[in-house]
């Protein structure tokens, strides 16, 4: 069975701070790939980052980085120098070598000023 | 190049009644995906269409129902609506291609906020 399980219903951060997100995934494919979206309060959701099973790096998009951890199957989500904007709905997503999505229930991150 | 889209954005209804949203893909992708986001709650998965066809369900009642047409576009279909059913409604479309080792991500519509009263 696929799961994805986001074990930090919120969080704080201090504005310009660090701030990881934490993602567990679970599956019995070998290729697989994993995404994180960001969700503002406007509902749009936003693609964020994404890691390939198969890449040995961690993948970055700007302040954002996917600690990849394939033994362990985690794909934490880094945001550096965190920024008001920040403040969001953040969700873990894996798609399956059957093309489907799966997404965790989400991580509420709150920037404080 | 148009993102997904949804339609209607917003939409009240009373129970018992019966909700049609609709989701058109990004021009190329064959695969569509609906999820329920109940306030303040996570995705909760609905339903996969691919080719025309169910690929998948969530653990939801029968009568969350939908279809995929020959253009890909899709629709969701609610009946007998209960309170309950208020959420926000999301589809996402992705270009699934067995067989790759990069994958897609799935590219999300504004949603149907569905109200029933």
């Known amino acids: 069975a696929q799961k994805i399980t986001q074990t930090q219903p919120g969080m704080f951060v201090q504005e ?11 599956t019995s494919d070998q290729s ?3 995404f994180w979206y960001k969700q503002p309060s406007s509902g749009e959701m936003i693609f964020l980052i994404y890691q390939g099973s198969y890449d040995e790096q961690n993948a970055t998009e700007g302040r954002y980085s996917l600690n ?25 997503a894996m798609e399956n070598w059957g093309n489907q999505f799966y997404f965790g229930t989400g991580t509420s991150l709150t920037v404080i000023p | 190049e148009a993102g997904v889209t949804q339609s209607p954005t917003h939409l009240i209804k009373t129970r018992g009644q019966q909700a049609t949203l609709r989701c058109s893909p990004i021009s190329g992708h064959t695969s569509v995906y609906w999820y329920q986001q109940a306030l303040g709650l996570g995705l909760q998965f609905l339903l996969w269409y691919d080719e025309g066809e169910e690929r998948n369900r969530g653990n939801f009642p029968p009568r969350f129902s939908g279809r995929q047409f020959p253009n890909y576009s899709s629709e969701l279909n609610v009946n007998a609506l209960e309170l309950e059913d208020s959420a926000l409604y999301l589809c996402a479309s992705s270009n699934a291609v067995l067989g790759r080792k990069r994958y897609t991500e799935a590219f999300f519509g504004q949603g149907t906020r569905l109200t029933v009263v």
């Open chain 1, 32 to 34: 697989y790939g994993l």
């Open chain 1, 68 to 92: 990849f951890q394939k033994a362990r199957k985690s794909a934490n989500l880094v945001i550096s120098a965190s920024q008001l904007g920040d403040s969001a709905m953040y969700f873990c």
């Open chain 1, 16 to 26: 310009k701070e660090a701030v990881t997100l934490d993602c567990t995934y679970d």
